[in-house]
């Protein structure tokens, strides 16, 4: 298994986490600036489309099967055991709202963007702990 590969994606998650964690802003209000929201919107993408990334690696580096879609790569993990049933429904959920920025389904809704910033900016850490773990198996 390409290791290297999984902890490079892995830190370049790490970056954009920090990143994203320093320019939240306390209140929706604040959120609410363009520049501010846009930021957020951007690093959030990027987060995710790394754990994303990492999940892709895993499954082909594991010979999982081929996955038709973004769904079943997460599934596929959960199955084998490399992330919790838990953190599989948050990670999915977050799939979902990634895929609302980069395609635009519809308007935007902010009060979700900011919301999931707050309450879900952990779920990247819980993901890496997981990965790690599973690794150092």
Do not use: W
């Amino acid at each position: 298994m390409d290791k290297e590969r999984i902890l490079a994606k892995l830190g370049e998650l790490d970056g954009y986490v920090s990143e994203l964690k320093g320019i939240i802003p306390r209140n929706f209000s604040a959120y609410k600036s363009t520049e501010i929201k846009r930021a957020c919107e951007r690093l959030l993408q990027i987060s995710l489309e790394a754990v994303l990334d990492v999940c892709n690696i895993l499954v082909s580096e594991l010979k999982l099967g081929i996955p038709e879609n973004e769904d079943a790569v997460l599934e596929k993990l959960k199955k084998s055991g490399i992330i919790t049933d838990s953190l599989h429904k948050r990670l999915a959920k977050m799939k979902r709202t990634r895929n609302v920025l980069v395609h635009r389904y519809g308007i935007i809704d902010d009060k979700l963007i900011f919301g999931m910033l707050e309450r879900d900016i952990n779920d990247f850490g819980k993901f890496r702990k997981e990965v790690i773990h599973f690794l150092k198996k």
